[in-house]
Every structure is written in structure tokens, then in C-alpha cells.
């Protein structure tokens, strides 16, 4: 199998034979479901495919195909009006016209994704629809395993890492039918919001080259923004898909922690880690998560609820919920004003679509968010401790020196961390009974340049609680500034409640075209 990277990637060629790329191809096909531990939550998915028609959807000309939305691709597909190899041509022609300059990929799998495309159109010309991801072009973040393409987690520490199984998730979302086109660019092994990567080049927005696209996911964030992809999955610590979205005019959910399984996923910290679906729209996301999320008992961490159909309520609107806006959010001092008016107007505009809104504190903010610091740095440094001294000089020097710190933390120190958290997520839960989501800006300010990065910026002050609580949350876009960039709107629910989040999300957007419009590429 050859597989082609984009201009900030070393090429690399032939690390499997026609044979194992077959067997590897397989994995996501026909075979998947019997091929890891989490096969019968897939099974039990019939919603996959029920999703209603989409009347009066016009044929898209060649040069829009790449900004389908999953569910108007899903629609075209379905009723056979677009072939899945025909949207995966369209998609990696895009990718080779203009990925080098958002340095969005890692590695590009051309040769995978075309075959599964092929295996897709064979599947449903044949009566075999699988449902609203059949066919589709998804990029991952490349700490996502996969079964004989190189998985980096953004650092030369891996750059020879090829698994030879898929994550959880990936089987996932290959049975279902997804097309994986390539691995995205990110923060070395997910440690930073800002997706400055020494060693495969910075991931620009494309609303902006020379601004950030956030991280940790902000190669994702920029390929789904530009085209480059329909939607992408990522990771979220502290806010790792959530500040990329609203960077880049994403809509990005957080699930609740232990939705999505973590097995086949490189971690940061495994008890902040969450996976989940960035793509243009909630419904988008709606649909990804459908296929992703589920039991895995494989992962420790992943939690045996049931499974959801999270599409189920997208049309009820907001009548009659009742929405907070988060006080300590909106007088922060970083807040910058254009998101401020941004954040007010959105809100404003879910009261008149029927809505109750009000305000609301968050107790112990300070507290909460300082347990972030200690949790990351420990459990990080008990995943780098085989490698801070054999590979040392695969890792960026500023990243191996914080690695190397943390290992004079105190004990006690990451002990009292996990109490605070424990007592988080019951304050919290708590909290939440009152109202059915919270509203706030996701992040205080848009996307800053590269050179000079503006130092101080706290990229994560107000997603980070959501990780430490593990509570579902997502960022959709909710304007942009006079300069042209993307500003975000972030919605928390309860626990398990994923449904009520894009729920919420759906209807403002279809109040709004802030998530219609491109980036000017």
C-alpha cells in the first residue's frame, strides 16, 4: 500500500503488501463486526439508516462536493445521485490543490480511502446502504490507530509507528461505511492548544494562514473547515476539540467521558481524555457520534450505558428548555469583546426561538481548574516514561523538558488533584439539574497569529471544567469579527446528555448561516 503525506510529512511507501492492505481494507468492511470486543454495540445501531429525506436537495456542482455537509452527501448517496468515489476524487483533488498550505494532513491514504470508496458504491449498488456515513470522506486525528498507516501523535518519538490494529473508534466508524482519507496534523502528543508542531510544520485556520487553527485537533479543525474532509474525529483534554472549532468554524463535541471508547487512542491524561466527532454542522456531528459512541469493554474507561440515537430530537427546537449563560464566563477579564456581542446575540436568539435563559455561577471555578495542571502532567509522564530517555531526541525540547519536570511533582499533589475532581463531577451534577445546558463562549478570543504567538493566552479557560467533569459539550460557530474570524458558541448538558447539547446546536443553526459560510481558500 502506498501512502502519500502532504508537503510537512516525510513520503513514505510500501510498508504492507497488496495482501495485508486487503486484510487491513476487510477490517473496515464486512468483517469488522466480529473483529474487536465492541462488534455488539455496533450491531444494535438501527438508526443508522433513519435518518428522514432531504426534500428539494439540488445536485451539487463538482467544485462544491467537497463542502457537502455528511447529511446532504448522506442524501445524494443514498438516492444515488453522487457516487462515494466520486465525492472521494473531489475531496483528495482539494487536498492536493491546497492541504500543503494549512499543513492540515500527516499522511494522505489515497490508496486506502479510494478502495474503500469502490467498496462502498459496490455495497450500495448492490442494496447494502449502511446508513448516513456510507461513503463519506473522514479524516483522523493521528493519534487515532490504524491498521497499517502510520499513526504519529504529531512527534518523531513515533515517526516509525505503524499498528496493527484500528482503534475502537475507527472500526467503528469503517463499519459504518466512512471513507478515511488521511491522518491530520496536531499539537505533539495532544500537548497544547495551539497546533505549533515542529516537526510536521503548523496547522493554519484557514480563515486566516498565519493564524493558529487551535489544538490540540487543529489539523482536523483546518481539513474540515477547507474541505479537505466531511468531518474528522479528534481529542479533547482541556478543550482540544472545542477550541479548534470555534478557530475554524467547526461544530465539535466533547461527549460525555466514557461515551466514546479511548482503546487505539494515544493519550494525553486517561481520566481527562475524550474523543468525539468535529464536522461542519451539529447534525454532522449528531451522525458521527451515532457511529462512534458505544461500550467498549476493552477500554477501562469507557462507561456500559446505552447507546443513543443522538439525531433523535434535532428537530424539536429549544421551546421551553431552560438555558444558562455562565456568569464567571462572561465577566472574565480575558473575555475579548467582539466574542462577547457574539455570545449575547446567540443567546438572544435562542430566547426568542422560545427558550428560557438565565445566568449562572459555576461554584468552585478556581478549584476545578486547577486540578487540570497536575492530572495531565502526571499521567503524561507515566505514558513517556519508557521513551523521555531512549527517544529523547524525537521529542520537541520544550515538550521533553515539561515531561522531565513533572517527575518531581509530589504525589500528594496529584491525589488531592483526583479528590477535587471526584467532588467536581457531583457539584456538578448536582448544578446541572436546574438546567438543561449552560451556554458560554468557547473560547475568549479568536485565533492569534503564529509569529509572534501572543504569549499568556488562556486558550482553555472556559472548556476545561467540562473535561474535568466530563460533561458533553459543543462548540458551534456564532459569528466572526471584522477581520474574518470564526467566533464559537459552547453549549454544556448533563451527563449522558449528548442528545439535548446538539439538540441545541441544531436549532440555532437553523436560525443562523454562521456554519454555512467557506473560508477564503
Not at 469583546?337 to 438572544?348: I, N, S
Request: net charge neutral.
Amino acid at each position: 500500500m502506498a501512502l502519500t503525506s502532504g508537503t510537512t510529512a516525510r513520503l513514505f511507501q510500501s510498508w504492507v503488501s497488496r495482501r495485508e492492505f486487503l486484510k487491513w481494507t476487510a477490517l473496515g468492511l464486512a468483517g469488522t463486526a466480529g473483529a474487536f470486543t465492541g462488534a455488539s454495540s455496533v450491531r444494535a445501531r438501527p438508526w443508522l439508516g433513519s435518518l428522514p429525506p432531504l426534500p428539494h436537495l439540488p445536485q451539487p456542482a463538482q467544485a462544491d462536493l467537497p463542502y457537502l455537509t455528511i447529511r446532504e452527501a448522506a442524501e445524494l448517496i443514498r438516492t444515488r445521485r453522487l457516487s462515494p468515489v466520486e465525492l472521494t476524487e473531489a475531496v483528495l483533488q482539494r487536498v492536493d490543490s491546497i492541504s500543503s498550505r494549512l499543513n492540515a494532513y500527516i499522511t494522505v491514504t489515497r490508496e486506502w480511502a479510494m478502495e474503500l470508496a469502490r467498496t462502498a458504491e459496490a455495497e450500495i449498488t448492490r442494496g447494502g446502504y449502511r446508513g448516513p456515513l456510507h461513503g463519506i470522506p473522514i479524516g483522523l486525528k493521528d493519534l487515532y490507530d490504524t491498521a497499517g498507516v502510520l499513526t504519529t501523535a504529531g512527534s518523531k518519538v513515533l515517526a516509525d509507528n505503524v499498528p496493527t490494529d484500528h482503534a475502537t473508534a475507527v472500526h467503528f466508524l469503517l463499519w459504518a461505511g466512512a471513507v478515511v482519507v488521511g491522518k491530520h496534523n496536531m499539537h505533539e502528543f495532544a500537548s497544547g492548544f495551539t497546533n505549533i508542531n515542529p516537526h510536521f510544520g503548523n496547522a493554519h485556520t484557514p480563515y486566516k494562514l498565519g493564524h493558529i487553527s487551535g489544538g490540540s485537533s487543529g489539523g482536523t479543525a483546518a481539513a474540515v473547515a477547507a474541505g479537505l474532509c466531511l468531518g474528522g474525529m479528534g481529542s479533547d483534554t482541556a478543550g482540544s476539540i472545542r477550541v479548534p472549532s470555534s478557530f475554524c468554524a467547526n461544530s465539535g463535541i466533547k461527549p460525555t467521558y466514557g461515551r466514546v471508547s479511548l482503546k487505539g487512542v494515544v493519550p494525553l491524561s486517561w481520566t481527562l481524555d475524550h474523543t468525539g466527532p468535529m464536522a461542519r454542522t451539529a447534525e454532522d456531528a449528531a451522525i458521527m457520534l451515532n457511529a462512534v459512541a458505544g461500550y467498549d469493554p476493552s477500554d477501562p474507561h469507557s462507561v456500559n450505558v446505552p447507546a443513543e440515537d443522538y439525531t433523535a430530537d434535532l428537530r424539536r427546537g429549544v421551546r421551553g428548555l431552560r438555558l444558562a449563560v455562565i456568569k464567571n464566563y462572561m465577566d472574565d477579564s480575558v473575555l475579548d469583546a467582539e466574542v462577547k456581542g457574539a455570545v449575547e446575540r446567540a443567546t438572544d436568539t435562542l430566547r426568542a426561538a422560545g427558550a428560557t435563559v438565565m445566568e449562572a455561577t459555576l461554584p468552585h471555578l478556581p478549584e476545578i481548574r486547577a486540578v487540570t495542571g497536575p492530572i495531565i502532567r502526571g499521567e503524561r509522564a507515566s505514558y513517556h516514561a519508557p521513551w523521555v530517555t531512549a527517544r529523547a531526541g524525537g521529542y520537541d525540547p520544550a515538550l521533553l523538558s515539561g515531561i522531565r519536570a513533572s517527575y518531581g511533582d509530589s504525589a500528594v499533589t496529584l491525589v488531592n488533584a483526583h479528590l477535587t475532581r471526584t467532588r467536581a463531577i457531583r457539584i456538578y451534577d448536582a448544578l446541572m439539574e436546574q438546567y438543561d445546558a449552560l451556554l458560554c463562549p468557547t473560547t475568549p478570543m479568536v485565533a492569534p497569529t503564529m509569529s509572534p504567538l501572543p504569549p499568556g493566552l488562556l486558550y482553555g479557560q472556559f472548556t476545561g471544567a467540562w473535561d474535568v467533569t466530563g460533561l458533553p459539550a459543543l462548540s458551534v460557530p456564532c459569528g466572526y469579527t471584522a477581520d474574518g474570524l470564526p467566533m464559537g458558541l459552547e453549549i454544556i448538558g448533563r451527563r449522558w446528555g449528548e442528545r439535548t447539547v446538539l439538540r441545541i446546536g441544531h436549532a440555532y443553526q437553523q436560525m443562523t448561516d454562521w456554519h454555512t459560510r467557506r473560508p477564503p481558500l
